[in-house]
């Protein structure tokens, strides 16, 4: 079964609105990290956080972590149309490479 | 630099067929990895490699051969295909740092169909 589960599985916002979307997980892990998918391409990594850390920000993006609840949170503000794509995060249990990606959040932002 | 290459880009195999999809990347990464993506799914993965000559199996190995001869190339070969095998493939790489994963730079994909 899949280690990360996003939810939801697809959203649907305006422009100029925020996107949040949530990821939880199952084993312990060294970090969790987020990808992004434009219409079926390699996916893009975006950012990655250590379980060491709370909270994380790059540009308009804003990650949580909690290890207690074994899940995270990816923010996006101020979304703009080239944001829609699907959202993946992805983990690996510690002291391993074997990553698992959950299933993904559609994001579609309405121009 | 060129990336992570992944060729073909399209594929269309009968039953039983065998194919090896390629894959190298020039950054000088040590990790490389196989997924595969079908529909409305996320990726899952199928084998990966820490190092030349290191292999090991992902979640869904069952049909599937690698080998890492080369710090480069990772080809992954279809034995016998199979229309569960219909599917898109990816091929990523990462830096290797002390047992933790890290940012993985994927290709653009080739899509596979079994008749």
């Known amino acids: 079964s899949q280690q990360g589960e996003e939810d939801p599985q697809a959203l649907s916002i305006q422009e100029g609105e925020n996107a949040t979307m949530n990821c939880s997980y199952k084993t312990s892990i060294n970090n969790l990290q987020w990808y992004r998918q434009n219409s079926g391409r390699g996916l893009v990594h975006l950012i990655l956080?250590?379980?060491?850390?709370r909270e994380k920000h790059s540009g308009r993006l804003r990650v949580t972590l909690d290890t207690s609840k074994k899940s995270s949170s990816l923010l996006i503000t101020a979304s703009r149309a080239a944001d829609t794509a699907s959202y993946f995060c992805?983990?690996?249990?510690?002291?391993?490479?074997?990553?698992?990606f959950g299933t993904g959040t559609r994001l579609k932002v309405l121009a | 630099n060129a990336g992570v290459t992944q060729t073909p880009k399209f594929q269309v195999l009968k039953t039983g067929q065998s194919m090896t999809l390629q894959c190298a990347q020039d950054m000088n990464h040590e990790y490389m990895s196989w997924y595969r993506q079908d529909p409305g799914m996320g990726l899952r993965l199928i084998h990966y490699?820490?190092?030349?000559?290191?292999?090991d199996q992902g979640e869904v190995p069952n049909g599937y051969n690698v080998s890492r001869s080369t710090t480069e190339d990772f080809p992954l070969r279809l034995l016998s295909a199979a229309p569960s095998q219909t599917s898109v493939y990816f091929c990523?790489?990462?830096?290797?740092?002390?047992?933790?994963?890290?940012?993985?730079?994927f290709g653009p994909g080739t899509r596979l169909t079994v008749l």
């Open positions: 490699s820490v190092g030349a000559g290191i292999t």
């Open positions: 992805a983990t690996a249990p510690s002291g391993t490479y074997k990553y698992i």
């Open positions: 990523a790489s990462s830096y290797s740092a002390s047992g933790r994963a890290n940012e993985q730079f």
């Open positions: 956080i250590r379980s060491n850390e």
